[in-house]
């Protein structure tokens, strides 16, 4: 069954640094997303990203994030100054068309020392 | 707006008994509903959807799940719980209803005791 694959299961980072995680979507899907959950909280929407640009975001995906899609198979999230509230569990997902069939990845654990 | 509102944070039962984890939505018209769940240290994994096809819902590993308009319910159950049942089951709506991003429940954790 295809798969969503993030990659690092676990990255620790110190606090104002930069940090990518990185997810490669199911291949013909078109829809891609980035949830986070902090630890005892709910799963938080991030950003939607269809067609080379994000489609919608949260409050929450201010000027510290941005997404990418620099190669046509990979999906990036980049915090460009982590906080320590930035610490979370970052999901990606990609889904074939707009919120129908999608695929969660198996997260990457974020902490901020 | 939708929202959904799981209404125990934690479920504990025997092995061997049914399993009933409850969720209300609010919406001004008839959703999209999901439930996730949730393994320690897996991901998010789909266990059943209701999209308006049949009110009664069967998904993966036993479970079903009874959309019913009248309560605003969408309660997710199992007539047999096993252990390999514990984990976290989140009911989840898209924001518009039908599409767009997802809504989480805070999410229910089920404990199976032997």
């Known amino acids: 069954e295809p798969e969503v694959t993030q990659t690092p299961s676990h990255q620790v980072t110190q606090m104002g640094q930069e940090v990518i995680l990185r997810c490669v979507p199911i291949s013909n899907h078109l829809y891609f997303y980035w949830y986070r959950q902090i630890l005892g909280q709910k799963v938080e929407f991030l950003v939607s990203?269809?067609?080379?640009?994000?489609?919608?975001k949260s409050e929450i995906f201010d000027d510290q994030f941005s997404v990418e899609r620099p190669d046509g198979s990979n999906f990036t999230l980049k915090i460009r100054s982590t906080k320590l509230e930035d610490s979370a569990m970052y999901f990606c997902?990609?889904?074939?068309?707009?919120?129908?069939?999608?695929?969660f990845g198996s997260g990457t654990r974020l902490t901020v020392v | 707006a939708q929202s959904v509102t799981q209404l125990d944070s934690h479920v504990s039962v025997s092995e061997g008994t049914p399993v009933l984890l409850r969720c209300n939505y609010s919406s001004s018209y008839s959703p999209s509903l999901f439930w996730y769940v949730q393994h320690p240290n897996k991901g998010l994994q789909l266990l059943l959807k209701?999209?308006?096809?049949?009110?009664l819902v069967k998904g993966i590993n036993g479970f079903e799940a009874e959309f019913k308009k009248s309560e605003t319910s969408f309660h997710l159950t199992k007539p047999s719980a096993h252990m390999s049942d514990a984990a976290e089951y989140f009911c989840?709506?898209?924001?518009?209803?039908?599409?767009?991003?997802?809504?989480f429940g805070k999410g229910t954790k089920l404990s199976v005791k032997p």
């Open positions: 209701y999209t308006s096809a049949a009110t």
């Open positions: 997902a990609s889904s074939v068309r707009d919120s129908y069939g999608y695929t």
């Open positions: 989840v709506v898209p924001y518009g209803g039908s599409q767009g991003n997802l809504i």
């Open positions: 990203f269809y067609n080379n640009e994000i489609s919608e």
